[in-house]
């Protein structure tokens, strides 16, 4: 490509991420039902594939979508309150237990004191900042209350969303040639691969990590109701939900289930079956969920998912939380492909050249000093080399007709 033409892909790139930040509340259902046509695409192929027309395998896909949406709504919405109105009755108890119990203890190995940390410090400072924030939320309602068409707004878009996944999920495949077909001749096949190579990264991740999550979710959580924790579902959830990090959900449901066994039975049995359940959990992730779900793909790294999401929501909002995993992959991907070029360059290759010949030189440099330091062979009278001659054989006479043999 000449560099009139890369500055030309520059400022359109830098044109789309202006439009993209400026468009960002009205660009939010169409990231979100893109995101759920993405999830739906590779079904529908495949209904596609047994001879099922584009409508209706997208029909049967867009179908199943909304009961599991809506099924899981109906199902999970009674149950988590059911969960959080006992957690709040209980949360005077888990209050008592931290203040007299596991203060304390903290106290005594560390040496630390924890004074500010005790029920009155933590009332009166409650105290003093109920006031500001009574007055910021009269603020915050009285806004709502004025500008009832944000309401509005927010129930158009979210409505908007399954009509836009309609449509998207149907035309997914038409929308992608088209965009191909618009790239530019010269780099079309290297923005095909690197697409190709970013479908895959990106749908390693979402496809597999989000049933991994939601099967540790449940896993989690019927354990802890066998073990007989209250807050079952709430807690496997909550750690299921998180474990996209690697242990990060394990050590959050650990130290909630533990909290809530100590608080609600008191006793080491429920703190070892509550053990019991984490540990075979990470190890049916290890062993079955992972390389059943996920594969053998190469996912994002867990650290890249974090900064990814926290730098889209700081710099787009929500917007910038749905499309924060896509464009994570799309740079994972275009940073691999230039580390390649990279490594291909002259700029890597003659380095390495001359990094790779030095040893070389060096072994050749104290060849010639060690044979610069051997002693020089003494010379004769004719001036040649004074080096031990080897005997003359001496030949002793054979029978008569026959010739000399060697001695």
């Known amino acids: 490509m000449r560099d009139t033409h890369k500055w030309q892909l520059l400022a359109l790139t830098v044109l789309i991420g202006g439009l993209v930040y400026l468009l960002a509340p009205v660009l939010t259902p169409f990231a979100a039902a893109a995101l759920f046509a993405y999830l739906g695409d590779p079904l529908v192929d495949r209904l596609e594939a047994r001879k099922l027309s584009r409508s209706t395998a997208v029909s049967i896909v867009f179908l199943l979508m909304t009961l599991a949406v809506i099924g899981t709504v109906l199902l999970l919405i009674p149950l988590l309150r059911g969960q959080i109105d006992s957690f709040g009755e209980k949360l005077p108890a888990f209050a008592e237990w931290v203040q007299g119990v596991a203060l304390p203890w903290v106290e005594a190995q560390t040496g630390f004191g924890l ?9 009166a400072l409650a105290k003093d900042y109920w006031q500001e924030a009574g007055t910021a939320a009269a603020q915050v309602f009285g806004q709502l209350s004025r500008s009832s068409l944000a309401v509005l707004g927010f129930l158009a878009n979210l409505a908007l969303v399954p009509v836009v996944t309609f449509y998207l999920l149907r035309d997914w495949d038409i929308l992608v040639a088209r965009i191909r077909s618009l790239l530019p001749r010269q780099v079309e096949p290297t ?30 959580s019927l354990g802890l109701w066998m073990v007989g924790i209250d807050l079952a579902l709430l807690i496997g959830m909550l750690a299921g939900l998180v474990s996209f990090v690697p242990y990060l959900g394990m050590v959050i449901g650990l130290g909630a289930a533990l909290i809530a066994a100590l608080v609600q039975h008191g006793d080491l049995f429920h703190v070892v079956l509550v053990c ?34 926290m730098a889209g929501g700081q710099l787009f909002g929500f917007l910038g939380v749905l499309l924060a995993l896509p464009v994570a992959a799309v740079v994972m991907v275009v940073l691999r492909f230039l580390h390649a070029r990279y490594t291909e360059s002259s700029l890597y290759v003659d380095a390495a050249g001359s990094a790779g010949k030095r040893p070389h030189r060096q072994l050749a440099t104290h060849a010639q000093a060690e044979q610069s330091a051997k002693p020089a062979p003494a010379l004769d009278a004719s001036g040649s080399p004074d080096t031990p001659r080897p005997p003359k054989r001496r030949r002793r006479r054979g029978p008569r007709g026959g010739g000399s043999q060697p001695a």
Not at 115 to 123: A, F, Q, R
Not at 288 to 300: C, E, R
Request: proline share 3%; net charge negative.
């Open 276 to 309: 019991a359940v984490f540990g075979g959990g990470q190890m049916l992730e290890s062993f079955l969920l992972t390389p059943w779900l996920v594969g053998d793909k190469i996912g994002m790294h867990p650290v890249a998912v974090i900064f990814a999401i």
């Open 191 to 220: 923005v095909a691969q690197l697409a190709h190579e970013a479908d895959q990264v990106l749908g390693s991740f979402l496809r597999g990590q989000l049933s991994v999550m939601l099967s540790l979710g449940a896993i989690y």
């Open 115 to 123: 004074d500010h940390l005790k029920t009155d410090n933590l009332v």
